[in-house]
Structure formats: structure tokens, C-alpha cells
């Protein structure tokens, strides 16, 4: 199949499943085009069958404000002439699909109709949606975007349900949950590994996790409180992955709260299986969370995880196996299920390899022949 894929290119749940996608079906021998603004963050180097388009920006005295869906619009219209696409795949309801729909659109006016006219095939992943609750007025644009495709598929149940319910859409919508290369994705131990728990916990303290873009939906204030809580019990440090906006405020409450010498900010970080092959614990309190690849990620290097209960998180993290999970903000009860588990070593081990064999139910090979499924399905229509 030739198949246009079009996600945010940021470091972002939703742009990695759209890069590692896009990537995988590749090598089953499909041809991948990416249109974005920028180059996909997890999209590197050359890789056969892939091909990236960007989408350049205008700017011109009269237009204000930038015009990226537009812009998007004309970019699937001109790759998918030149290239013969078949479908196109949103990654995000505003603007992809809008775009896409646009695209489409302006194509079915083309004389030579391509293959049968352009399939639009839209991912919901959770920020899309909860995006409606913040902004109400680009709910008309939405439920319009995602009811003109022509197959729609939601990361999770959670998000299928709140998606039909909360908005009235008329549509079917597939679930098909995030994925995740469990070949890569695995306890690892070398030298960066060494040098790393060196580094972190000279002591051969306990470490504890989160990886985010710290945004405040991921309350990682609560992260630190959790591990406050722990550390006054157990040795511990904690490690902070990625950056976002609330950032500044959580190195403050460090300071504030004086364990400056037990928590690390490492920031944007690429070598994500060695720093999640030395913790113990992967913290997710977030207030929203429509499936979590962050965690399926821990998971998979056998990191059991400690997990608010909302979204599709029940889905992925089983309470009392693969982890622990607590309402929104009861943080008094995700320190004591942290301090459970490390001080419980048969209990630990047992948790660390649930979890590990809970990462395989979503292993990519598994799952993106269900995409390939959906695409047939939708290109039949
Ligand atoms: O979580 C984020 O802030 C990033 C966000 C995105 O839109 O890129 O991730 C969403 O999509 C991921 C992939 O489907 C999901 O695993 C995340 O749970 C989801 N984030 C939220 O629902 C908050």
C-alpha cells in the first residue's frame, strides 16, 4: 500500500505511534510518506520505503496567523498525485484530519480520480479530545473532521466510549490500542547501564521514574511528592525525563522541599531503554491519560508501574500484577504501594515480570497487522 501519514513531529505519545508505524510497516514493504512541519522526533536516517515531506511555511503581510492546516491540505494533495497514495492517516483530529478531509476533497475534483479516490483514516489519541474540553469551539470542526473520515480508530476503550458519548459522533470506531517494539524495549545491561546506576544511585539505592512532557496534566509535582514520601522511608532517588512547561515550578518544589541531592532533571533524553532498564518503579499520577504509552514503554523493560486509575490506564496497568493503580491525586496511597513493592522482593520480581508479560499482549507485531487490516478494509469500501 502507499500510505500518507501525517502526525505532530514533537517529542509526544502520539507522534512516536505515528513514526514507529509508519516504520514498521516499511519494512513489510509499504510505501511510507511523512508530511508534517518538521521531521518526526523518533525518525532517523535513511530508511527504505520511507519518504518525509515538509510542509513549509508562509508568511505574507495580510495573513496573521499561520496557515498549517491549508498548508497541510495542499502537501497531501500534491504527495499523493505525485506518489499514487492510497490513504491517508491522521494522527489527530485537529488539524490532520481536517487537512486530510480537505485534501480528499480537492482531489475527488481532480479528472484522473485517484486510486478509486483518497481514503482518510483518522487516530484518536486522547489530547485531541480532551483538547474540546479546553477549547469548546473547535468541537463543530472535530466531530465534523472525524465523522468525514473514512475509518476512525481510538488508542483505547476509554477513549472509543468518551469519544461517542461526550461528543454524539455517528461513526464506528476501532479500537486499536499503542504498541510497542518489545525486541528493543527490554531489561537491558551493559556498560551504559553500569555507568547510569553508578551515576544515579551510588549507594544502590532504589530509582523511581517518570518520563513525560510535563505538561500539567501529567501533575509530575505529584511525582515528586510521591517519592518525597517514599524516600523518607527507603533510599531512593528519582529520575525525570523529558521537559515541558511545568518544568521550573517541579525543580522549585525540589528545592522547597530540600532533595535537591535525590532527584535528577535529565531532560530530553534519546537513550530511553538503558535509563528505564535501571528503575524500579515508573510513577504515572496523570489526571488523563487515554492509554499511556509512556508506561507500556517501562513495562516492556520489566519496570512495574504505580498509575492514577483514569483512561485507559486500567487497560494497560492491572492493579495488584503488573503494578499498582489509585485515584487521581491520592498520593498517600501511591507511596505506600511504591514502598510495597520495595521492600517485597518476591513480591517485586514477581510484579517486574507481570509486567513484562503484560508489554507482549501489545507487541508490535501483534498490532500493526491490525492497521493493515483496517486499511484493506477502509480501501474495499
Ligand atoms: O501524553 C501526552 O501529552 C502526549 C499525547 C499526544 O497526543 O501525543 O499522548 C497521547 O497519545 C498517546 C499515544 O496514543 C497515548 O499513549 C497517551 O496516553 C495520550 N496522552 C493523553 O491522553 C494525555
Request: charged letters at 25%; a negative charge.
Amino acid at each position: 500500500m502507499k500510505i500518507g501519514i501525517t502526525c505532530y513531529p514533537t517529542y509526544g505519545g502520539s507522534g512516536v505511534v505515528a513514526t514507529e508505524l509508519g516504520k514498521a510497516l516499511a519494512l513489510k514493504g509499504h510505501e511510507i510518506h511523512f508530511i508534517s512541519y518538521a521531521m518526526p522526533s523518533r525518525l532517523h536516517g535513511f530508511i527504505e520505503n520511507i519518504f518525509y515531506h515538509e510542509v513549509e511555511m508562509f508568511s505574507y503581510p495580510l495573513f496573521d496567523f499561520p496557515l498549517y492546516s491549508l498548508l497541510l491540505a495542499s502537501k497531501m494533495v500534491e504527495v499523493t498525485k505525485i506518489n499514487n497514495l492510497e490513504l491517508i492517516h491522521a494522527h489527530y483530529a485537529i488539524p490532520h484530519a481536517t487537512s486530510a478531509f480537505m485534501a480528499r476533497e480537492i482531489l475527488k475534483g481532480e479528472k484522473k480520480n485517484f486510486n478509486n479516490g483518497l481514503k482518510v483514516v483518522t487516530t484518536l489519541h486522547g489530547t485531541d479530545i480532551t483538547l474540546i474540553g479546553l477549547e469548546p469551539s473547535f468541537l463543530p470542526t472535530m466531530k465534523f473532521s472525524i465523522e468525514q473520515s473514512d475509518g476512525v480508530t481510538a488508542v483505547s476503550n476509554f477513549l472509543r466510549e468518551k469519544t461517542i458519548t461526550n461528543y454524539q459522533i455517528k461513526k464506528e470506531i476501532e479500537v486499536i490500542p499503542n504498541f510497542i517494539d518489545i525486541n528493543r524495549f527490554r531489561r537491558v545491561e551493559n556498560k551504559q547501564t553500569q555507568c547510569y546506576r553508578k551515576n544515579f544511585a551510588p549507594n544502590d539505592e532504589k530509582i523511581l521514574i517518570h518520563t513525560s512532557n510535563f505538561r500539567p496534566l501529567k501533575r509530575v509535582q505529584d511525582v515528586i511528592r510521591i517519592f518525597n514520601e517514599v524516600n523518607k522511608k527507603i533510599p531512593t532517588k528519582l529520575i525525570l525525563i523529558g521537559d515541558g512547561p511545568e518544568r521550573s515550578d517541579c525543580e522549585r518544589l525540589v528545592r522547597e522541599l530540600d532533595i535537591g541531592k535525590d532527584v535528577k532533571f535529565l531532560g530530553k533524553q534519546d537513550s530511553l531503554v538503558e535509563l528505564l532498564s535501571v528503575a524500579d518503579l515508573f510513577l504515572m499520577p496523570s489526571q488523563s491519560e487515554s492509554f499511556g504509552l509512556s508506561a507500556l514503554e517501562a513495562m516492556s523493560c520489566g519496570v512495574p508501574v504505580i498509575s492514577s486509575s483514569i483512561g485507559g490506564l486500567p487497560e494497560l496497568n492491572v492493579h495488584g500484577e503488573t503494578g499498582y493503580i489509585a485515584e487521581i491525586g491520592d498520593l498517600e496511597r501511591m507511596a505506600k504501594y511504591a514502598i510495597e513493592l520495595l521492600t517485597n522482593e518476591k513480591k517485586y520480581n514477581y510484579f517486574s515480570e507481570q509486567a513484562r508479560h503484560r508489554a507482549e499482549f501489545f507487541k508490535e507485531d501483534d498490532i500493526v497487522p491490525l492497521y493493515e487490516d483496517f486499511y484493506r478494509k477502509i480501501l474495499d469500501k
